[in-house]
């Protein structure tokens, strides 16, 4: 049996056991209120910004949103970091902050175009797209200045499979190591091959970390979702796994599916992704569900203390040409409907978190890769950074997968 075929066998025994069991694991220890000034103090909300967003691999976008040497977009997610990413003459993909070296003027004003230089509208200082300083008007007025070291600052880019993230830590892990299990996980969906079909944006009046936590647990599917996704999935049957750098997966069965027998072969490659729901959060706040052919990159971005934004980049199957099918376009319709339900809860949660009656969160078994998410703050941020009485006892190192 392959090791693909051994990652089903263990999802959907896990599955099994989760249907069965009656109470927690033995052993399993309860994990300590959440405070909730994390999601609600502006302190720890710039710890976050500054450590987390601006020193971790975040998604960026999607290699055909930059068909052709020359196109751009830019990239103005992560809070006080303009950044531009560019596809160069030899095709390769590269980020930059957008911020000219004379003065400091953005190189780009557009949300997206093509160019065969990157030109300030300030004073027209010209970089290639490589970010190497080429022509400054009146040069001769500038005493000792050596075009060599005025180039664009790069921004660390790296793609996965079409898939374009940034990191502003040069000294950052590859993406691919940061990516753990992931990557392989993801292989199997054929993500390489799928098309933009879908894109959709809203900002939120709650705190990023109050948005992830939704798409984190399905405990709430049959009140919040009945006639949506808690009628398409058995929220009992769903097993979380933690993986390393703050990383986790959810797959829950699908009502309906077949998971009580291994066939005598073992499961075929990619059967958990048609047999269960699988969503996996890449940390620290990309959440993916995904179905039989298709992915949403449900992305979480934090724009102050109480306010985010949620975007969501979907891929599936190449329709080839022509406009959308129908078919599809049901389908979005109905991923939007779903969205529209969380959106709907999560600015009256956080109203409630800023009233004063909230202490902190109590998490069940259920929710536990909420509480792995925050474990990996505290960790990223440094404790001895974080106040005190803000601080995440950590407790589930030894449930991480290896």
Same mark, same amino acid.
């Given at each position: ?59 960026a976008g999607h290699e055909q949103e930059l068909p052709e040497p020359g196109t751009y977009k830019r990239f103005d997610k992560l809070l006080g970091s ?113 098309? %933009?079909?879908?894109?959709? &944006? @809203? ?9 992830? !936590? #939704?798409?984190? +647990? ?24 933690? %993986?390393?750098?703050?990383? &986790? @997966? ?9 998971? !009580? #027998?291994?066939? +005598? ?30 992915? @949403? ?13 949620? +975007? ?50 109590m998490l069940n078994y259920q929710e536990r890769r909420i509480y792995w998410s925050h474990e990996q703050i505290d960790r990223v941020i440094g404790v ?19």
């Amino acid at each position: 049996m392959g090791q693909q075929q051994t990652f089903e066998t263990r999802i959907f025994e896990a599955i099994r056991a989760e249907r069965a069991r009656t109470q927690v694991p033995d052993g399993f220890p309860a994990m300590p209120e959440i405070p909730g000034g994390r999601y609600m103090r502006e302190d720890f909300f710039k710890l976050e910004v500054e450590h987390v967003f601006r020193r971790s691999w975040v998604m960026a976008g999607h290699e055909q949103e930059l068909p052709e040497p020359g196109t751009y977009k830019r990239f103005d997610k992560l809070l006080g970091s303009p950044i531009i990413i560019v596809r160069d003459h030899e095709g390769v993909i590269r980020a930059f902050y957008n911020t000219c070296r004379h003065r400091g003027a953005p190189v780009v004003k557009d949300a997206s175009g093509r160019c065969n230089m990157l030109r300030c509208q300030y004073h027209s200082w010209a970089y290639d797209l490589a970010g190497r300083l080429r022509s400054v008007p009146d040069e001769h007025d500038f005493v000792d200045l050596d075009k060599s070291t005025r180039g664009l600052l790069p921004v660390r880019c790296e793609s996965y499979r079409g898939l374009i993230f940034v990191n502003e830590d040069p000294a950052a892990i590859p993406l691919l190591d940061y990516m753990g299990p992931l990557a392989e996980e993801w292989s199997e969906t054929g993500v390489e091959d799928m098309r %933009l079909d879908y894109r959709w &944006s @809203r900002i939120i009046n709650c705190n990023w970390k109050c948005a992830l !936590d #939704a798409f984190q +647990e399905v405990y709430h599917i049959n009140t919040l979702h009945p006639k949506t996704v808690g009628a398409m999935l058995e929220h009992s049957a769903a097993t979380m796994g933690l %993986l390393p750098n703050g990383h &986790s @997966r959810m797959c829950v069965r699908i009502t309906g599916a077949d998971i !009580d #027998a291994t066939p +005598e072969d073992g499961w075929p490659n990619g059967e958990v992704y048609r047999r269960t729901s699988v969503a996996q959060t890449l940390w620290p706040s990309l959440n993916v569900p995904w179905s039989v052919g298709t992915g @949403r990159f449900i992305l979480f971005w934090p724009r102050s203390v109480g306010q985010c934004e949620i +975007e969501v980049i979907g891929l599936g199957p190449d329709w080839g040409e022509g406009p959308l099918p129908e078919d599809r376009v049901a389908a979005n319709a109905n991923f939007d409907h779903i969205l529209d339900e969380d959106v709907r809860n999560l600015e009256s949660i956080q109203a409630s978190l800023d009233s004063g009656a909230f202490t902190g969160m109590m998490l069940n078994y259920q929710e536990r890769r909420i509480y792995w998410s925050h474990e990996q703050i505290d960790r990223v941020i440094g404790v001895e950074r974080v106040p005190q009485e803000l601080r995440v006892q950590p407790v589930l190192a030894p449930y991480v997968e290896t």
